[in-house]
């Protein structure tokens, strides 16, 4: 769950960013800076610590990013740091991209699949979505052996289940009804 103050700061930032027209520069800070904080539990857990200084973090987030961000990313951790806020960072993140891609009209999709699909699939796939969803489509593809056969695709809080795992299972509760 994001917290409001998170949402606040991003909303900002995309502002801003669009303002100054570096907002693909600062999309890309706040996936460097997601991607740095999803990957560490350490670099996690230290944002989060109430322990250590906001001096301490301060400095590390500088050390970690310097030379990697923009100046207005670099000022949003500044401002962040001044006021003990640190924790925030992953949030602003999430939102921001979030933010980002109601701005674009870009819409998250998670497909899962049996086995790795081809270009040409993948392309027809994300044709059929946009199409449907009126949106650019961003595909997550994941490779789910369990599936047996076929893919599942998330948009949303919708779920279209095409796997031949689901289609078992379907078989399997129409057999035991009737047997019953």
């Not at 047996?148 to 379907?170: E, F, M, P, W, Y």
Request: no cysteine.
């Amino acid at each position: 769950m994001v917290i409001k103050a998170a949402r606040r700061y991003a909303n900002a930032m995309l502002i801003t960013a669009i303002e100054q027209k570096i907002l693909e520069k600062i999309k890309d800070d706040m996936l460097l800076i997601k991607q740095a904080i999803s990957d560490s539990s350490e670099l996690s857990l230290f944002l989060k610590s109430p322990i250590i200084k906001k001096e301490v973090k301060k400095s590390a987030l500088e050390a970690i990013f310097e030379g990697k961000i923009e100046e207005l990313t670099s000022n949003l951790i500044t401002i962040l740091s001044n006021k003990g806020r640190e924790n925030l960072l992953y949030g602003i993140t999430l939102s921001f991209i979030e933010l980002y891609h109601e701005h674009k009209n870009i819409i998250e999709v998670d497909v899962n699949s049996a086995f790795e699909l081809k270009k040409d699939e993948l392309a027809s796939l994300k044709n059929k979505l946009e199409d449907a969803t009126g949106k650019s489509v961003l595909l997550n593809v994941i490779i789910n052996k369990d599936l047996i056969g076929g893919l599942t695709v998330r948009i949303a809080d919708t779920v279209i289940d095409g796997s031949v795992k689901h289609k078992l299972n379907q078989l399997k509760i129409k057999f035991t009804t009737a047997v019953e």
